[in-house]
């Protein structure tokens, strides 16, 4: 809990006392405003091959050594650019630019929480899809406001593991799976992140609890990206995670019963397509961020039937 003088910001550096009130500085402030393809989030079970408008502020509520966007998520919003764009804007940019859809992404939507929630609720009104991509570090009842306007959600489980979460980002495990937990309970469409650092959190071990734990209280189709480190931030000492680790954990985490598990930011490997746990047909080949094919037909397997669980475009999806 962040204890804070008049003047000054809280932990993370995005709401400032003043006049006695604590005020979201960033609100309608991004510092960050991209398209970007869905598969980018990563979203792989939602609206393949669609545009998604991302936008950012400054700040974060966690520190993570390895954050690949400390730029601006470990800056306050004084020493960054922003733009003057209010959720109106938003909303009309995505629109104007063909977007199917709103991500809330690259630092964390808790921080610009009210910003995030009200242009969320305007979005859905014009028919765009809203998306969290968060550390799911938040308390149940702002989280659960959030999820009445939120279609979908890529949440970091950046170790199964309180250690981890302590040393390399100044939080806790707990609130992370409770908030995994509560946004399955209000039908939000989870997909799951973990980052696998070279000696932080390359354990087997740890990553077979934490599919088991996925399985248990999330369900076998919720997708696990098993991403690959590079060196960043205050983590420039430690190579790239080794791809054979990241298949194994793959094979794992297929073996222990989740039906859909990729590997990221790897070029080239099967482990980027969607199969059909049924028969194993290929059902969506991809390329990095590219679609390559797509052979759902109303979200099902074209061979077996097989329903796949995501949220699907017009021609591939119920
Ligand atoms: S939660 Fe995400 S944005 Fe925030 S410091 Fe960690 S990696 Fe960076």
Request: aromatic share 8%.
């Amino acid at each position: 809990m962040c204890r804070i003088q008049e003047g000054q910001s809280g932990d993370c550096r995005a709401r400032i006392a003043i006049d006695g009130e604590l005020r979201a500085v960033t609100y309608g402030r991004p510092c960050a405003v991209h398209i970007d393809p869905i598969e980018k989030k990563p979203l792989f079970h939602v609206m393949p091959g669609t545009r998604i408008l991302s936008i950012a502020t400054a700040g974060c509520n966690l520190h993570c050594k390895h954050c690949q966007n400390w730029t601006i998520s470990q800056a306050g919003p004084e020493s960054v650019r922003s733009l003057d764009l209010p959720p109106e804007g938003v909303v009309s940019l995505a629109l104007a630019q063909q977007c199917r859809a709103v991500a809330y992404t690259y630092t964390d939507p808790v921080i610009f929480y009210e910003y995030a929630l009200d242009t969320s609720a305007l979005a859905r009104t014009k028919g765009l899809l809203n998306v969290t991509v968060t550390a799911g570090y938040i308390n149940r009842e702002p989280l659960e406001m959030l999820c009445k306007v939120t279609d979908a959600s890529n949440t970091d489980l950046k170790a199964f593991s309180d250690r981890f979460y302590q040393e390399v980002c100044q939080g806790t495990l707990k609130p992370v799976l409770d908030c995994l937990v509560t946004m399955r309970e209000h039908g939000l469409w989870v997909e799951v992140t973990n980052l696998v650092i070279p000696t932080f959190n390359d354990d087997l071990d740890l990553v077979r609890r934490m599919c088991r734990w996925i399985l248990r209280n999330l369900g076998e189709s919720t997708p696990l990206h098993f991403s690959r480190f590079h060196p960043m931030y205050k983590i420039r000492n430690l190579p790239p995670t080794p791809v054979e680790f990241l298949m194994t954990a793959r094979q794992e985490a297929l073996e222990i019963g989740l039906h859909y598990v990729y590997v990221g930011n790897v070029l080239g490997t099967d482990a980027e397509n969607t199969i059909c746990p049924s028969d194993g047909t290929v059902l969506i080949r991809r390329r990095g961020f590219s679609i390559l094919e797509n052979n759902l037909v109303n979200g099902r397997c074209p061979k077996c039937g097989h329903r796949v669980a995501g949220i699907w475009g017009k021609n591939d999806g119920a």
